[in-house]
């Protein structure tokens, strides 16, 4: 290695994979691990984290590395270089996603500066939103990001829909519960309080007491009765603005697709101070899902569900740092 510049491209991947770290996973189960060389970083997904009864396809594995992904490559456009993506489909080495290396430099945007800013800001809702209107043409500009990335982002404008979506929501959770294999996975992925785990749903991720809004999308059950969770905090009965991500297909491509999609349009919102709460029971539970493709997505394959509102609830999360999940040098 050419030693005067190895301190160099030490904080460069150092920089790359603090940011990519910082992006949504179910059960924040951060299933990545990173590879550096020089100024490549290799994006690997963790099978070992994937919920095994959730999500035995590893759909919403791909979607969180697909979310990393968008991440790291808007890490390298923050220092100024074109990222150079390089998907990988090794059928002998399933896990590796993509090498993504710094490219030619081009100045960064403001925008692209902005939506940067938002990577260790933006926080998963979980509970009602203020009442009132998002702020003009945010929705158009999710759209549009979301399909930059070949990702469909259908808003739910029609009401008798939305009561459809929160009842199939509630459907799922119930139906999920009632199967000892799921909860036990949840529990696995839900410490109990004072954890000092560096991954999964703490009790400061969700409120003791959720809203009650009118559709009610259904919470996941991360207190099991116990009681944990935020405490105060004012009551938000508005369900937001409720919407499913889609994609064409159905294979490791559209989830990635969908991961990079999902997480381009949450930073686009925090940008403007809305959050977003996600509701993907109904999505893991195949019969269900189905019907919502057919019924409500045009046949397209929905990926996410969720709502979009301005929260003031400030819920937390962790997540591993960097120097733990990278192999090579950092
Ligand atoms: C594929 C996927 C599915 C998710 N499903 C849910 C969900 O059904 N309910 C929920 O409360 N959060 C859900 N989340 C949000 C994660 O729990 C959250 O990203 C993680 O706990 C990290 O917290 P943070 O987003 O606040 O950084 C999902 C995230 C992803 C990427």
Same mark, same amino acid.
């Given at each position: 290695m050419d030693s005067a510049n190895a301190p160099e491209r030490e904080t460069v991947a150092h920089l790359l994979v603090d940011?990519?770290?910082?992006?949504?996973?179910?059960?924040?189960?951060?299933?990545?691990?990173?590879?550096?060389?020089?100024?490549?970083?290799?994006?690997?997904?963790? /099978?070992?984290?994937? $919920?095994?009864?959730?999500?035995? *396809?590893?759909?919403? %594995?791909?979607?969180?590395?697909? &979310?990393?992904?968008?991440?790291?490559?808007?890490?390298?456009?923050?220092?100024?270089?074109?990222p150079e993506v390089r998907m990988a489909s090794d059928p002998d080495?399933?896990?590796?996603?993509?090498?993504?290396?710094?490219?030619?430099?081009?100045?960064?945007?403001?925008?692209?500066?902005?939506?940067?800013?938002?990577?260790?800001?933006?926080?998963?809702?979980?509970?009602?939103?203020?009442a009132g209107a998002l702020p003009v043409g945010l929705l158009q500009s999710l759209r549009a990001h979301a399909c930059a990335e070949n990702a469909f982002l259908r808003i739910?404008?029609?009401?008798?829909?939305?009561? /459809?979506?929160?009842? $199939?929501?509630?459907?799922?959770? *119930?139906?999920?519960? %009632?199967?000892?294999?799921?909860? &036990?996975?949840?529990?696995?992925?839900?410490?109990?309080p004072c954890s000092e785990r560096l991954d999964g749903v703490h009790e400061t991720a969700y409120p003791r007491d959720p809203d009650h809004t009118d559709p009610y999308f259904a919470g996941r059950d991360f207190a099991r009765g116990q009681g944990w969770g935020l405490v105060g905090g004012e009551r938000r009965e508005a369900t937001g603005v409720v919407a499913v991500l889609t994609t064409t297909g159905d294979g490791r491509d559209d989830w990635l697709r969908a991961g990079q999609a999902l997480q381009r349009a949450l930073l686009r919102a925090t940008e403007d101070d809305v959050s977003a709460a996600f509701h993907t029971q109904a999505l893991e539970v195949p019969e269900l899902r189905e019907f919502v493709r057919?019924?409500?997505?045009?046949?397209?394959?929905?990926?996410?569900?969720?709502?979009?509102?301005?929260?003031?609830?400030?819920?937390?999360?962790?997540?591993?740092?960097?120097?733990?999940?990278?192999?090579?040098e950092l």
């Open positions: 940011a990519a770290v910082w992006a949504p996973s179910a059960h924040n189960t951060q299933p990545w691990w990173f590879e550096t060389h020089g100024r490549t970083v290799t994006l690997h997904a963790d /099978a070992e984290r994937r $919920l095994d009864v959730a999500d035995p *396809q590893g759909r919403e %594995m791909l979607i969180s590395c697909g &979310a990393a992904l968008f991440t790291l490559r808007l890490a390298v456009r923050r220092l100024g270089r074109m080495r399933p896990g590796l996603i993509a090498d993504v290396t710094m490219g030619e430099p081009r100045p960064v945007t403001d925008e692209e500066r902005r939506m940067y800013d938002q990577i260790k800001r933006r926080r998963t809702h979980r509970g009602g939103f203020r739910v404008a029609d009401p008798r829909v939305r009561v /459809a979506l929160a009842a $199939l929501s509630e459907v799922a959770e *119930q139906v999920q519960c %009632m199967d000892p294999a799921f909860v &036990a996975e949840v529990a696995r992925w839900a410490p109990t057919t019924r409500f997505c045009d046949g397209t394959y929905p990926q996410m569900m969720m709502r979009f509102g301005v929260a003031d609830d400030e819920f937390g999360s962790v997540r591993r740092p960097a120097a733990d999940v990278v192999v090579g």
